[in-house]
């Protein structure tokens, strides 16, 4: 995996010299990494197009066919294909999940990938729930930042988010696709948008923010830029139609997580507004006690002093935390807040420090 830790042409060409199996592998090792990643993307898939030409897939034998699908997540629509045809033909009489996860990320670009995995399942005797938490995490699994998803793909990612019924973190990693797969500002907010305005109850409304936002944080690496788009119009009509300041709250942490600044003045005063409010607020006098609030509060409050700090405000980081600390906690949870809370402050103090150095 080490020669795929660069961005230089003529080592990654080496690559293809590799098992196939290692070869994919190897290819998607930086897929976290923008250093390495950014720039590279072409060379890869030209890597992955040789290893396939290589290996003269698909040869019709499933086992040397399914060493090629991770390759296969570099390949255009139409050249993997044949591929996803041969191995639906060709499957044994027994599978598992874990091959569904790795079918279905290598095929998320194609337009029947759902209804593959269902026969796939079907035919291993596999539930119906197992195909879909399968599809789920294959989907993430094939979501390589700039891979182009299939429409049908991107529209059952949105329904996931939008399903009360599926579990918070699937929701969460169905936002995350969505957000870092290409897709633009405009359509993002106007599905979430959507969701957002069917008839809700108030939890569900609560669930459905707190689930975009997470996906949105989980788009930003713990260095550098986030990786994908945010949903600009959306978070910031929750910022101005609600009323509810916990609903204001999680949608100013995901703005915040994009970047402390908006090009719209509107949002930009709200983000400002809320910020003061951030800086004023002590257990005492926020407007909502509830410990969801407090933790978004102090998220936005140490966001800011990430970006605008000054070493003279680091004394009053842990003095604000206990002012942020809910009510009513039992010791474990109490420790386990104040261990959030320390996480976050310590980055707070290291992106000051930095940035005075």
Wanted: with cysteine; charged share 20%; aromatic share 8%.
């Amino acid at each position: 995996m080490a020669l795929a830790a660069t961005t230089d042409a003529a080592q990654l060409e080496s690559l293809a010299s590799l098992d196939p199996a290692q070869a994919g592998q190897a290819l998607l090792a930086a897929r976290n990494m923008p250093d390495l990643w950014t720039g590279s993307e072409a060379i890869r898939r030209k890597v992955a197009g040789e290893v396939f030409a290589g290996a003269k897939a698909p040869t019709g034998d499933f086992q040397r066919d399914s060493v090629m699908l991770e390759t296969a997540m570099f390949l255009s629509p139409d050249r993997s294909r044949s591929l996803m045809e041969s191995l639906i033909a060709k499957r044994p009489r027994y599978g598992d999940r874990d091959y569904l996860v790795r079918f279905a990320g290598a095929f998320s670009d194609q337009p029947d990938v759902r209804d593959l995995v269902y026969e796939l399942g079907g035919a291993w005797n596999l539930s119906a729930d197992d195909c879909e938490l399968a599809l789920d995490q294959g989907v993430l699994k094939g979501a390589l930042p700039g891979r182009q998803l299939h429409p049908a793909t991107v529209q059952a990612l949105f329904d996931v988010v939008g399903n009360p019924a599926k579990m918070e973190w699937s929701r969460q990693q169905a936002v995350n696709v969505l957000v870092k797969s290409g897709i633009s500002e405009s359509t993002l907010s106007d599905e979430f948008s959507r969701l957002w305005n069917r008839p809700l109850s108030n939890q569900q409304r609560l669930e459905t923010i707190i689930n975009v936002s997470g996906g949105v944080y989980w788009a930003v690496p713990s260095e550098g830029p986030m990786r994908g788009t945010r949903p600009d119009r959306f978070l910031a009509g929750v910022l101005r139609d609600t009323g509810e300041p916990l609903l204001q709250a999680v949608a100013t942490t995901a703005l915040y997580a994009g970047g402390p600044s908006s090009p719209d003045p509107l949002t930009q005063g709200q983000l400002d507004s809320f910020l003061r409010l951030s800086l004023a607020s002590t257990l005492g006098n926020l407007p909502d006690s509830r410990s969801y609030f407090q933790s978004y509060l102090y998220s936005t409050y140490v966001s800011h002093l990430a970006v605008h700090g000054t070493p003279a405000e680091i004394p009053g980081l842990s003095r604000k935390a206990l002012d942020f600390i809910p009510r009513g906690l039992d010791e474990a949870q109490r420790e386990k807040v104040s261990r959030q809370y320390q996480d976050e402050m310590n980055f707070a103090i290291d992106a000051i420090r930095l940035r005075a150095n």
